[in-house]
């Protein structure tokens, strides 16, 4: 594999002063060494906290689905 495959791009995001201010008090002690790789970091933990909370929303798994469906089949409930 060349290094390409594992080049990562990245952009520029504006934050208003104040608030990269707050996250350096909050970053201190973290051994972050930038505001933008602490706030990397913290978007991808909140994302994946939604993530995970929009999976564990999902009443069944497909499985589990499969198996209440064929139970009501052979309960006779439905066809």
Do not use: C, N, W
């Not at 060349?2 to 990245?10: A, C, F």
């Not at 972050?32 to 069944?60: C, D, H, W």
């Amino acid at each position: 594999m060349t290094e390409d495959k594992h080049k990562v791009e990245y952009t520029t995001i504006s934050i208003p002063k104040p608030l990269v201010e707050k996250v350096k008090e909050r970053m201190k002690g973290t051994g972050f060494a930038s505001v933008s790789s602490y706030v990397t970091y913290v978007l991808r933990q909140v994302l994946s906290s939604i993530e995970e909370e929009e999976r564990s929303k999902q009443a069944f798994t497909k499985e589990e689905e499969e198996k209440v469906k064929q139970r009501l089949r052979d309960l006779g409930y439905i066809d």
